[in-house]
């Protein structure tokens, strides 16, 4: 029998519950949440809200379940070293140990990695906690810099040139704000292309790579607004995007490859759990953005509502280091993802307020995220509420599918229309091929 502790109550995690229920073999799922998730409650066996984040109480609650094996969601368990006390309790753990989870918790270890082991795609950049020097590297980067805050801020601590920072002196009081709260700070050269997620199931050794997705991280239309955890993503029949080619996909593929190789190597133990490549495809080749140490949320409602093979095999083989031995398939089909988000939201959401999902005509294509019951009604609780999927035969079908269910979905919300239509894919498209003339 699996009994299998799933950690995080988000729509990422409602999408791994899921993929975990499709497994025909005898199961039983727990939840550690932290708010009630109704997708998640319906799935398991057991839905408990606690503190995931603190390591002693995630064994203790992993014990009392009986769990053999557990799927950390989130990145924050991961930063505590909830894996770490998992597995020290001899429980197996599809998520990396805290060192390994520096790749997603340090933009300087991670760009470290990457430079001591030779592995291509990574900046010019420079590590600094004082002013020294600040100035000097600036002015080498020119217009194209991008200052990073050294740790995990939801995506909140990166300030690129021309985005956020509109001249040097933006830039250098925006460093010396770091420096005065103790702050490290990466400072590095600026990509220009487009972005896209790859993710890499991985055992230690071996990797299974998935569909390549792209994620859109501004909250509005046209890519406008402030950033968010992700609004929506899409992903195409052929596991490629259509602004990439197939050099750019085996790039992004032996960089993950290489990462695993190195991070294996420095830490004489392998990566387990989802490893995830945030790429630019530019001009000159793939680059990395950064690493993440779990799945992307809306990445894994992409990947996993695709995905054929038994997850639970999956997770088992993670754990084991026998990932070679499993056949990892996704269908050939096209995705779309929107996810739609209160009133207000990033920056002032609207929280409490009832919604209504009972438009909806496929239930199996929704996952519910921040999202509670208060006196039996489905009410939002502040940040990204409920995401749908539309899976067809090509991103524009499944851009009508995903559409048309999103906006079935009653309440004070809003989603982003834009993702996956044609007009704004044909303008990833000739981003990228304006780029690629140019060299
Ligand atoms: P990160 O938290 O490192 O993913 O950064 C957040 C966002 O900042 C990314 O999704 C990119 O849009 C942007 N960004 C980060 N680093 C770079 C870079 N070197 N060049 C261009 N854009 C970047
Ligand atoms: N989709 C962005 C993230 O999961 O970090």
Redesign the pocket.
């Given at each position: 029998m699996n009994k299998i502790l799933v950690i995080g109550s988000g729509a990422?995690e409602h999408a791994i519950v899921r993929a975990l229920d499709r497994s025909p073999q005898e199961k039983e799922i727990f939840c550690l949440a932290s708010n009630m998730n109704p997708g998640i409650a319906e799935l398991c066996d057991e839905l408990a809200v606690g503190n995931f984040n603190d390591p002693a109480f995630v064994v203790s609650y992993a014990k009392e379940t009986g769990a053999t094996l557990a799927i950390i969601g989130p990145e924050n368990p991961l930063a505590n070293g909830v894996a770490d006390a998992l597995w020290e309790a001899g429980i197996k753990v599809v998520g990396p140990k805290k060192d390994l989870a520096q790749l997603e918790t340090s933009k300087a270890f991670t760009r470290d990695l990457l430079k001591s082991y030779n592995i291509p795609g990574g900046p010019k950049y420079q590590t600094f906690n004082v002013m020294n020097g600040v100035a000097d590297f600036l002015n080498e980067l020119g217009e194209n810099y991008v200052v990073k805050y050294d740790g995990l801020m939801g995506?909140k601590g990166v300030k690129v040139a021309g985005d956020h920072l509109h001249s040097h002196e933006e830039a250098i009081a925006y460093c010396q704000e770091l420096v005065d709260s103790d702050g490290e700070f990466v400072i590095e050269e600026k990509f220009v292309g487009e972005e896209f997620?790859l993710m890499s199931f991985c055992d230690g050794d071996n990797l299974k790579h998935m569909p390549a997705v792209q994620?859109h991280?501004r909250a509005y239309e046209g890519d406008t607004g402030p950033n968010t955890?992700?609004m929506g993503?899409y992903s195409d029949a052929n596991h490629s995007l259509p602004f990439l080619n197939d050099n750019d996909i085996a790039e992004a593929h032996a960089i993950n490859i290489a990462t695993a190789k190195a991070l294996k190597d420095k830490f004489g133990e392998g990566y387990k759990g989802v490893l995830?490549g945030?790429f630019m495809a530019t001009a000159n080749g793939v680059k990395l953005i950064e690493y993440?140490a779990?799945?992307?949320?809306?990445?894994a409602m992409n990947v996993l509502s695709l995905l054929e093979s038994d997850f639970i095999d999956i997770c088992n083989a993670i754990a084991d280091g026998t990932l070679d031995q499993i056949d990892v398939q996704f269908a050939n089909k096209a995705t779309v993802c929107k996810y739609t988000v209160p009133e207000g939201y990033p920056d002032s959401p609207v929280k409490g307020e009832h919604i209504d999902v009972s438009g909806t005509s496929n239930p199996d294509g929704l996952f519910y995220a921040s999202v509670d019951i208060q006196n039996g009604q489905l009410v939002e609780a502040g940040s990204r509420t409920v995401a749908v999927i539309g899976l067809a035969d090509s991103i524009s079908e499944a851009e009508a599918i995903a559409e048309k269910e999103v906006s079935s979905i009653t309440g004070p919300l809003f989603h982003r229309k834009d993702i996956g239509t044609d007009a704004v894919i044909q303008k990833r498209v000739d981003h990228m091929g304006a780029l690629r003339s140019k060299c």
């Open positions: 990422r995506g997620s994620d991280k955890g992700g993503t995830y945030g993440n779990r799945f992307g949320d809306p990445e």
